[in-house]
């Protein structure tokens, strides 16, 4: 009998599709960040973490406003250090310099 090899073992989430949940998560974030409040302020990153209730801290959701905002080639997260950050990254420099 033969026996047949694999070079890696299985996957646990054969249907996890890690792209599609990114979106998500963007879009979401995105979604929540784009509602104004009664006096067209955007919500605080506090506030998206309470809402979204889904294991990410306001420094997660400060890069993902980031990234989306470049994915979408518009600005969604207006800051000097989101500035700074996204022009280092896109420099190729680490972010560790700021």
């Avoid at 599709?17 to 067209?40: F, M, Q, R, S």
Wanted: glycine share 6%; charged share 30%.
């Amino acid at each position: 009998m033969l026996r047949t090899w694999h070079a890696a073992k299985p996957k646990k989430k054969p249907n996890y599709d890690k792209d599609a949940i990114t979106e998500e998560l963007l879009a979401a974030v995105v979604a929540v960040y784009e509602n104004l409040d009664g006096c067209g302020n955007h919500s605080s990153l506090q506030v998206i973490v309470d809402e979204l209730d889904c294991g990410v801290n306001p420094i997660k959701v400060h890069k993902l406003l980031i990234t989306a905002g470049e994915m979408e080639k518009r600005k969604i997260y207006e800051s000097a250090t989101a500035d700074e950050v996204l022009s280092l990254w896109k420099a190729g420099k680490a972010f560790h310099i700021l």
